[in-house]
């Protein structure tokens, strides 16, 4: 590759700009595992972004954090689409946390 054909390719790079809030990952739920705290706090971070995560690795538990995080923040209400089949699970899921639904 030419250096001239680097630059260019180089030049068509662009990296997102976090528009979230600040996130640290003491301000994450403790019961959290490492890896939802991480994917919480990008979440957070960031603003915008989607967890396309595996089944089982407690995306309900991340979204339910992302919003109270969020409110605590901006303020607000925040709103959770989620099928239907799956509300029990985000209503067990937030009394386990603590998070008022």
Same mark, same amino acid.
């Given at each position: 590759? #030419?250096? $001239?054909?680097? #630059? @260019? /390719? !180089?030049?068509?790079? $662009?990296?997102? #700009?976090?528009?979230? @809030?600040? +996130?640290?990952?003491?301000?994450?739920?403790? &019961?959290?595992? *490492?890896? &939802?705290?991480?994917? %919480? +706090?990008?979440?957070? !971070?960031?603003? !915008?972004?989607?967890? @396309?995560?595996?089944? =089982? /690795?407690?995306?309900? %538990?991340? &979204?339910?954090?992302?919003?109270?995080? #969020?409110?605590?923040?901006?303020?607000?209400? =925040? /709103? /959770? %689409?989620? *099928?239907?089949?799956?509300? &029990?699970? @985000?209503?067990?899921?937030?009394?386990?946390? =603590?998070?008022?639904?």
């Amino acid at each position: 590759m #030419t250096d $001239t054909y680097d #630059t @260019f /390719l !180089r030049a068509k790079v $662009t990296l997102p #700009t976090d528009i979230g @809030f600040p +996130c640290e990952p003491h301000e994450v739920n403790p &019961q959290l595992k *490492p890896h &939802q705290v991480a994917m %919480v +706090c990008w979440a957070v !971070r960031g603003g !915008r972004r989607a967890l @396309f995560a595996a089944f =089982g /690795l407690g995306k309900s %538990v991340m &979204q339910l954090e992302i919003v109270r995080i #969020t409110r605590a923040k901006a303020g607000g209400m =925040g /709103l /959770l %689409v989620i *099928p239907l089949g799956v509300r &029990q699970e @985000f209503f067990r899921d937030a009394a386990m946390l =603590g998070v008022k639904v």
